[in-house]
């Protein structure tokens, strides 16, 4: 099994904010990069909508969104068995302008996820089937 490109250490924000260098490894990875501004941009998605916008499996979408949520990037909602992913409201104002000059200047990152999201048949209004 390939290990986590974020050590442990690594995972917790520094006393006085988030740790950029363990923000900037958990950004570097596309699928990470590329959901982060797709949940950025729906405001909460589900697991299943977005293994559905990056044809990838549900386990491989969950292993990219708990590194994010382990760094603090996104916070959970459970709603049944399906979790919801949304920008953690209390990120700091760096990382929000990290992730709004990136969206603004890489539209091109989610617009076929996007594209697909859009495309899903039955998507969840109130939960995953």
């Known amino acids: 099994m390939k290990r986590s490109v974020l050590h442990q250490a690594e995972i917790a924000p520094l006393s006085t904010g988030y740790n950029p260098v363990t923000i900037f490894k958990a950004l570097g990875d596309e699928l990470r990069l590329a959901a982060l501004l797709l949940i950025r941009d729906q405001a909460k998605l589900c697991v299943c909508e977005l293994t559905e916008a990056f044809t990838v499996s549900q386990p491989k979408v969950s292993r990219h969104l708990a590194i994010l949520r382990d760094i603090g990037l996104v916070e959970t909602e459970r709603r049944g068995q399906w979790i919801y992913y949304s920008l953690n409201p209390q990120l700091p104002a760096w990382v929000l302008q990290v992730l709004d000059e990136t969206a603004q200047n890489n ?11 859009q495309a899903m048949a039955e998507r969840p209004t109130v939960q995953c089937p």
Do not use: K, N, S, T
Request: hydrophobic content about 65%; aromatic content about 0%; cysteine-free.
């Open 107 to 117: 539209g091109a990152l989610i617009e076929a996820p996007l594209a697909q999201l």
